[in-house]
């Protein structure tokens, strides 16, 4: 499928990866509609970091994927869906499990019930590495067992079987796209490389962290924009389920290393007992396997870990940037 000048969809575009997704679409020739959740502040999130010529090429949609008849809206007249918009936090899904239950769920049958209505000719629904709880081997196949090991990852499996019945039951044009750790600018700071960033360039000369022996797969957001567009874009996809990985692995106490010596090689490591999760539920080892998404589409990373951290750490040297982080509070 040619996506120039489809008609496209991106819910949670106002975040870290649809911020990233909206710049790659424009860039693919698409005609991009932005749902952006409705706030009080009319806060467009990163989109308003965007310059007005871009923003002049987007159709902002207020709504909030919780609400069927919105969502029915925003998709008339869409040809392509790449439905980001989630709860993502892992320790906040802890105290208001609720929220998730409502938000990736419910969120995602708004989507597929409106796609399969509308009949629209493509659907990716973005998954998450967590879904698959602690490795019981590796690298991790898309056939690898699921497990919900927080409410956050239970929600999203729950979203990724309703995508499944979609297919299934309805021949809806469905993919779930399952990118492992994705980071680089924009990322909010309850992910472990914006805390560790942020907490080094305040002139720190401690930096607090949670469990260092966690190990995960990390991709720069490029790359994954990169990926998303493939699988979007390939008659070889639909019905199937996705990794985006780069089938390498770091622990995060080794990464927190790297990036200490690149910005000041001083700074120690404390362990702050807040930000350790329940033992039960800490996955303790993601290393994706990423030949489906090669052999499907050819798709492969073009970053290396080291030249991604590198791009991120200048964007967030920026004192408009880092300005934007508290870094000396836990966001969970």
């Known amino acids: 499928m040619k996506i120039k000048n489809k008609k496209v969809l991106v819910t949670g575009s106002e975040g870290f990866i649809g911020s990233h997704l909206v710049e790659r679409l424009l860039e693919e020739g698409c005609d991009v509609r932005a749902f952006v959740y409705y706030n009080a502040f009319n806060s467009w999130g990163w989109l308003d970091s965007f310059k007005q010529n871009k923003l002049n090429k987007i ?10 008849n919105g ?29 998730y239950v409502d938000t990736n769920i419910r969120g995602a049958l708004n989507i597929l019930q409106a796609g399969a209505e509308f009949k629209v000719e493509r659907i990716l629904v973005t998954s998450t590495s967590e879904v698959y709880g602690t490795a019981r081997n590796v690298p991790i196949e898309e056939s690898h067992p699921l497990q919900g090991q927080s409410p956050y990852s239970a929600s999203k499996i729950g979203a990724d079987k309703i995508a499944e019945s979609f297919f299934k039951s309805f021949g809806t044009p469905v993919t779930t796209v399952r990118p492992f750790n994705t980071y680089g600018p924009r990322q909010s700071a ?54 985006i990985a780069t089938g390498q692995e770091i622990s995060i106490g080794e990464i927190a290393k ?38 499907l589409t050819g798709w492969r990373p073009k970053y290396s870990l080291d030249r991604g951290l ?13 300005s934007l982080y508290k870094s000396d509070i836990y966001n969970v």
Request: proline fraction near 5%; glycine fraction near 6%.
């Open 71 to 99: 969502v029915r809206k925003a998709m008339e007249g869409i040809d392509v869906v790449f439905h980001l918009a989630a709860l993502i936090g892992i320790p906040f899904s802890y105290h208001s499990p609720d929220s």
């Open 310 to 322: 590198d791009v991120t750490i200048k964007w967030f040297r920026d004192k408009k940037n880092l």
């Open 190 to 243: 309850r992910a472990v490389i914006p805390t560790i960033i942020s907490q080094l360039l305040r002139g720190v000369g401690a930096i607090k962290l949670g469990s260092l022996a966690p190990k995960r797969d990390f991709s720069y957001v490029k790359d994954v924009c990169d990926a998303f567009v493939a699988i979007a874009i390939s008659n070889n996809t639909v019905g199937e389920e996705i990794n």
């Open 258 to 295: 790297k990036i200490i010596e690149k910005i000041n090689p001083k700074a120690k490591i404390i362990s702050d007992g807040k930000r350790i999760r329940p033992k039960q539920s800490e996955v303790m080892r993601l290393l994706g396997d990423n030949a489906k998404i090669i052999g």
């Open 59 to 68: 159709d902002i949609f207020l709504g909030d994927v919780r609400d069927p």
